[in-house]
């Protein structure tokens, strides 16, 4: 090698260490740039070149032809791809050093020649993990230096990649983590893990500003209608009451919708909240709220990925109709003892992870739970004495994950998860109030308790290096009970003692369930072009659910003595409904060509219920057409569940009653269908725009007539109203980064209704979570390299309730008892005011010795909008027929604190 050659490369190597102690390793082939020449050599083209990108490109003179004339003329291409073209007919390669280009002899040209008529394709395969802890990442890409073959990571960090023997250069991309280059001389079929670096462990990062930015391809794209929450969108977005949740990120994206402020549960493009198909850790979750909705059960602590599918979803998947929301939890570092404690406004939270043998096993234990629920009880104890009432309130709610892991030899791993959750939530207010001749005094209870528990066993291994095999047992219990009480009581003024009368409503609701279920999930991966996942899947449900509605009339005890949750019960005759789930499931991700990829798939479910089997074949179709920075995605599918609810959507909060389906009850299914366009260019960043239509059937909800008695000694089934429903609608998206600045904005358009032939003279009637319009809009500025500040404002459209006509009307039961009557024209006709909110969060972290923190200010609701969490009815007989409304607000605005450490 010639001397300044050699001193070139000496200095360029050393150039490289410098910066690297201080910057974020710049990836050469990456930069994008305008280039033209003409019947130039190629040795000063590639000087110029060199030149023109400001990146070394070094070589030896007697490696390039000297004899051979170039002209070239490209506009916005990737250097590498430059660099490729003009030495590619030349038995020639280029390798990363460092910070430059290196040109090399292909040293398998020769022997690429005299195996000709063997294979010429070899399979690398292996795991990602994270270089501190050693945990696995999830769906990280694995792709070719120039883009034109990629495969994915599945859930536990697997991937397998089919390609030309010879030098090949992969690189390794996940969210959040610096860009792995692996150089590969591929002979045979090899195992390559792959370790990639947390951004968060860099010195600096550099920032760049977006004029200088390349534009990335559409990395691999996902599959139709699709959302991947990275942890940092998570902690990023303003957190309720400083507590961070996945399930207010989801909220935020177009085309789902819920309650007021996340009470409620979550909709998805119009579908029922019980529609979602919630995983955790792969176990299926009936409730993943905490206090009415106001946090989730999840703890962003231990989570490792979320993924939302809002259209039709991959036949993998099943057994709900609207959406999957996937969230995978972190194992625990195999490799050093680590910890987190926050606090915040209500809770704190605290979790602990670590090797048990390194590298070998790990473990990983979190506990959350309210601390203020003596305060809450103080407080409201106060606030309703001061209403001239005596009583108190209290909720308090508490969440234990656990888990344990343990590599099996180096392709075969065990895991043992588990989690626990529950709230509690009691309210007794009394009251009195004098009349004419008459005292009269009120009593309002409302007490409920709320359990999760899931427990599973995982095993997996690499089979091959091309198949993967994950076996799963589980059991999953969930069970809510709900005692609603109010009376009211007479006395006589001259005597107070002498009971007059005495009149109340009460109702007892009660949902148990409890799963246990195995799986086993196969993913082949034959060549670059196919990703094949099939397997099969077994589930026995039990099912035992209540509901009673009571009052004086039903003589369950003296009507001088309170009802009481027990005197219900008694009442009952517990109603035990046994269901099983066969699932046999095939897919292909197929890629056709470089812009083409297209996901064909089949789900067979069969349904076991009392005396009846029901078969439901689910075809599902999903496209994506195009690359780099233009692509459409379409997706079609069936889906079917065998879960019913019957939801109330009157006056008062919600109620879902939870229920299988049963001989007389078929399960629910819906036909799905969505497409759109999806860009990526420099002017606008990231931008989008999808329609879409379901159609379902087999719907259930209460008879128009009230609420139904769900015992076992009750004809319930044959009174539950079955019926069909529809939604449509468009929904855009835009994601920009300009500098510090980072904004997002997502609109939904859309419309969904509901039709029984028992209800509202079989006339369609919006669904409950009908919102014409809902905006989110989402701003952050990055001040410094240790502190942000954000802003998030939302809007929709009211939701629609079921109100009574302007008077009540008067008469007497058969005990001479007065008794308000209402009259309801139709259903849902009404509307709540519209919602809107506006939060702000300032974010400032540290690092120490010791580890990080992270302090976090701001303010929910900062205007202080009033926005109704339900509406209540103001009836007095005594006075007037006429009826008025009282809107009850949850949320006013709230300060927002939460201070975190890790170390």
Request: aromatic share 12%.
């Amino acid at each position: 090698m010639p001397i300044r050659l050699r001193t070139l490369l000496f200095l360029s190597i050393c150039l490289l260490s410098m910066q690297n102690l201080v910057a974020q390793r710049i990836i050469p082939d990456e930069k994008i740039l305008d280039f033209s020449v003409e019947d130039q050599p190629l040795r000063d083209v590639l000087f110029d070149l060199s030149e023109k990108a400001n990146v070394t490109i070094a070589f030896q003179d007697q490696i390039i032809p000297s004899d051979t004339l170039v002209s070239i003329s490209i506009r916005k291409e990737r250097l590498g791809k430059i660099v490729d073209y003009l030495i590619e007919d030349y038995q020639l390669k280029y390798k990363i050093v460092g910070n430059q280009i290196v040109i090399i002899q292909d040293p398998y040209y020769e022997k690429q020649k005299k195996e000709e008529a063997q294979s010429d394709l070899s399979t690398i395969s292996g795991t990602i993990r994270d270089a501190e802890t050693g945990e696995t990442l999830v769906n990280a890409h694995v792709f070719l230096y120039d883009g034109s073959l990629g495969v994915v990571s599945n859930e536990y960090g697997f991937y397998s990649f089919t390609l030309p023997k010879g030098l090949n250069r992969i690189y390794a991309r996940y969210i959040g983590y610096e860009m792995g280059i692996h150089e590969i001389s591929l002979t045979r079929d090899t195992i390559v893990d792959i370790e990639l670096d947390n951004m968060t462990r860099l010195r600096e990062v550099q920032i760049v500003e977006k004029s200088l930015s390349p534009i990335k391809p559409v990395d691999i794209p996902e599959m139709a209608s699709v959302e991947v929450m990275s942890i940092d969108q998570i902690k990023s977005k303003l957190p309720l009451a400083g507590e961070p949740d996945v399930m207010r990120l989801a909220y935020a994206q177009g085309g789902v919708t819920s309650g007021s402020d996340g009470f409620g549960g979550m909709s998805v493009r119009g579908g029922e909240t019980n529609q979602n198909l919630i995983l955790f850790d792969g176990i299926p979750v009936y409730n993943a709220q905490h206090a009415f909705g106001l946090f989730s059960i999840f703890n962003s602590n231990v989570i490792k990925s979320a993924k939302l599918y809002k259209g039709a979803f991959p036949s993998h998947y099943s057994g709900r109709l609207s959406s999957v929301m996937d969230i995978r939890t972190r194992e625990g570092s195999f490799r050093k003892l680590k910890g987190d404690f926050s606090l915040g406004l209500l809770t704190m939270t605290g979790s602990l992870e670590g090797p048990i043998v390194k590298e070998k096993s790990s473990f990983l234990v979190s506990v959350r739970r309210t601390f203020v629920d003596p305060w809450i009880r103080a407080l409201t104890e106060y606030t309703y004495e001061r209403e001239g009432r005596m009583g108190s309130s209290s909720i308090s709610f508490l969440d234990i994950n656990g888990k344990l892991n343990f590599n099996v030899g180096r392709f075969s791993k065990l895991y043992l998860s588990y989690y626990s959750g529950g709230d509690n939530f009691d309210t007794e207010i009394t009251s009195e109030e004098d009349f004419d001749e008459v005292a009269s005094k009120g009593l309002d209870q409302l007490f409920w308790t709320s359990r999760n528990a899931l427990a599973s066993l995982r095993w997996n291994i690499r089979m091959s290096q091309k198949m993967f095999l994950n076996a799963s047992l589980y059991r999953s219990t969930y069970s809510f009970e709900s005692f609603d009480h109010d009376r009211t009581e007479d006395f006589d003024l001259e005597n107070p003692s002498a009971f007059l009368d005495a009149r109340f409503d009460a109702g007892f609701y009660r949902t148990k369930i409890n799963d246990l279920g195995a799986r086993l999930a196969f993913d082949y991966i034959p060549n670059a072009n196919h990703f094949i996942k099939f397997g099969f899947g077994y589930i026995k449900h039990d099912f035992s659910p209540a509901f009673v509605v009571v009052n004086q009339t039903d003589s369950l005890r003296s009507l001088r003595l309170p009802i009481e949750q027990e005197d219900i019960e008694k009442s009952l005759v517990d109603t035990e409904l046994g269901s099983s789930e066969i699932e046999f499931y095939v897919e292909d991700e197929i890629q056709l060509g470089q812009s083409t990829r297209l996901n064909l798939g089949l789900n067979h479910t069969i349904i076991n219920t009392g005396n009846t089997s029901y078969h439901l074949p689910q075809p599902r179709i999903m496209l994506a057409l195009g690359k780099k920075t233009k692509l459409f995605k379409a997706s079609f599918g069936r889906m079917s569940q065998f879960l019913h609810t019957l939801t109330n959507t009157g006056l008062g909060v919600p109620i879902d009653v939870w229920l299988p389906s049963t001989d007389n009850i078929r399960p629910e299914s819906s036909w799905v269908v969505s497409m759109g366009p999806h860009f990526l260019n420099e002017k606008f960043g990231s931008y989008g725009a999808e329609v879409f239509y379901k159609k379902y059937d087999n719907l259930t909800r209460f008879s128009e007539t009230g609420f139904v008695t769900i015992s076992e000694n009750s004809n319930w089934e044959s009174l539950i109203p079955i019926g069909v429903g529809e939604s449509y609608g468009m929904e855009f998206y835009l994601n920009e980064t300009v500098g510090k600045l980072k904004y997002d904005l997502a609109y939904t358009l859309s419309w969904s209704n509901r039709q029984f032939d028992e209800i509202n003279d079989g006339r369609k009637f919006a669904f409950r979570y009908d919102r014409r319009h809902v905006l989110n809009f989402g701003i952050r500025y990055k001040l410094d390299d240790n502190m942000d500040i954000s802003a998030h404002w939302e809007y929709g459209s009211g939701t629609p309730i079921t109100l009574p006509d302007n008077q009540a009307y008067i008469e007497q039961d058969e005990n001479g008892n007065e008794i308000g009557i209402l009259v309801y024209s139709s259903i849902n006709n009404g509307k709540l005011p519209d919602y809107h909110r506006l939060d702000f969060g300032l974010n400032i972290n540290n690092t120490h010795k010791w580890g990080t923190s992270t302090l976090t200010f701001g303010l929910y609701n900062a205007y202080n909008r009033r926005n109704p969490f339900y509406r209540d009815i103001i009836f007095n007989p005594n006075a007037d027929n006429r009826l008025t409304y009282r809107d009850i607000t949850i949320l006013p605005v709230l300060p927002t604190f939460r201070y975190a450490v890790s170390f």
